[in-house]
């Protein structure tokens, strides 16, 4: 599916974010579809270790800026010498728990510097822009799967944060008619890239499923905490539409080519469309690893929907994009990273 995407055409692409978890995914599937690409990230949230390992599976080192989305001048400067033809922004904070300890910091980094962004690409008459959104953007189901018609009310800060930016892209996109917004809500990331060079490397506790049963399986943390198993779900705990992480990487080198066809704002669910539960997920990670994953079940997480998945058919449709990886491939990769990295990208 990947050539039917690559129409030949090398872009030279500002990746916000490109040292972040789906970011660095995303820059490997760029450097092998032979696209330019510059990378801006502030690394609150990620190691520079990441650049040398990018060089060492694509053998190529990207051009990389220490640089916050919210500094205006840097990023004008930034943008005026890299001239980017498309910008996909990651840049963002991302735990829902914390966003509403510190709202304002969110509002700020999620809203604020998509703003700055904005500002930065018009200067030098960038007119391309894919964004990282969420599925948390449509709030509690009124029916699944959720199609992207589906009425949008967050719950948390969180999902406010991706919603107006969802609102600000939008807005400037009518105002600049020749542009093109592309709004990808990813539903449950997961997995790492096939070499376990590159992975997902939480600060601290984490706060998702997969990297929490990784690090157990590792033996970095002694058990998982269930959160509630009397939802009315097939074996009564949470299930999610988990999505590998490669697959998530490649559904931007399809948003890309599609934004550069025409202009206007389009939105697409990226998920599989097939939930899973945290028993399923546990089960396949255990069986993957070859290791037990030990676990409590405990009360339910404030603020958890009991399930949710994707309709992703219009990626299918108009981005001809479909994930291909399923969940032993998810485990077998994730098993691979934090096996060769019981640290993450911390010596
Ligand atoms: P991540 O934290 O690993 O990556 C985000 C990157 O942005 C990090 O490298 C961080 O250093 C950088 N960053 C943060 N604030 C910045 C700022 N002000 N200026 C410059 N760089 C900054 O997270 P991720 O999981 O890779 O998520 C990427 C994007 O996808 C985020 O916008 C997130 O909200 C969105 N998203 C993530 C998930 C998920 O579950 N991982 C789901 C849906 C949407
Ligand atoms: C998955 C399932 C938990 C941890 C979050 C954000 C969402 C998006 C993706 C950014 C649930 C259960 C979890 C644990 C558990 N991020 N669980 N024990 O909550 O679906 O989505 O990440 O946009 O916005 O809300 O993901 O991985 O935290 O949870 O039992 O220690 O695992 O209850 O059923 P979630 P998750």
């Avoid at 601290?204 to 049963?213: A, E, H, R, T």
Wanted: aromatic share 8%; proline share 6%.
């Amino acid at each position: 599916m990947r050539s039917i995407w690559y129409m030949g055409e090398k872009m030279r692409v500002l990746v916000t974010g490109g040292a972040g978890y789906i970011g660095s995914h995303t820059c490997v599937e760029l450097l092998a579809e032979g696209h330019d690409i510059c990378i801006v990230d502030s690394f609150c949230n990620a190691s520079p270790e990441v650049i040398n390992r990018l060089e060492e599976i694509t053998a190529v080192r990207p051009e990389v800026h220490r640089v916050d989305v919210r500094d205006r001048a840097k990023m004008m400067a930034v943008m005026a010498r890299y001239k980017p033809e498309a910008v996909i922004h990651f840049a963002g904070l991302k735990a829902v728990g914390e966003s509403s300890q510190i709202p304002l910091n969110y509002y700020d980094v999620n809203v604020q510097g998509t703003v700055v962004l904005l500002e930065a690409m018009q200067a030098v008459g960038c007119q391309h822009i894919v964004f990282s959104s969420s599925a948390t953007v449509y709030g509690t189901p009124h029916y699944l799967p959720y199609d992207e018609a589906h009425p949008c009310a967050p719950s948390n800060v969180y999902g406010h944060t991706k919603h107006m930016a969802e609102q600000v892209l939008s807005d400037w996109q009518r105002a600049n008619p020749e542009s093109a917004v592309v709004l990808l809500r990813y539903f449950n990331p997961v997995g790492a890239h096939s070499s376990g060079r590159i992975g997902e490397d939480p600060e601290g506790p984490p706060n998702n499923l997969m990297p929490f049963v990784a690090q157990v399986a590792v033996g970095q943390r002694e058990r998982l905490a269930v959160f509630g198993d009397d939802y009315d779900t097939p074996d009564g705990t949470g299930v999610r539409d988990y999505i590998h992480v490669t697959d998530l990487a490649l559904a931007h080198l399809g948003a890309l080519a599609h934004a550069k066809k025409g202009s206007g704002t389009d939105t697409f669910n990226i998920g599989t469309g097939a939930g899973y539960s945290v028993l399923e997920m546990i089960h396949a990670f255990s069986k993957a690893s070859g290791r037990e994953i030990a676990y409590t079940v405990a009360p339910r997480r404030e603020g958890d929907l009991p399930s949710y998945y994707a309709d992703p058919s219009k990626a299918r449709a108009v981005l001809g994009w479909a994930a291909q990886r399923g969940i032993a491939e998810i485990c077998d990769s994730t098993w691979a990273w934090q096996s060769q990295n019981p640290t993450g990208y911390k010596p």
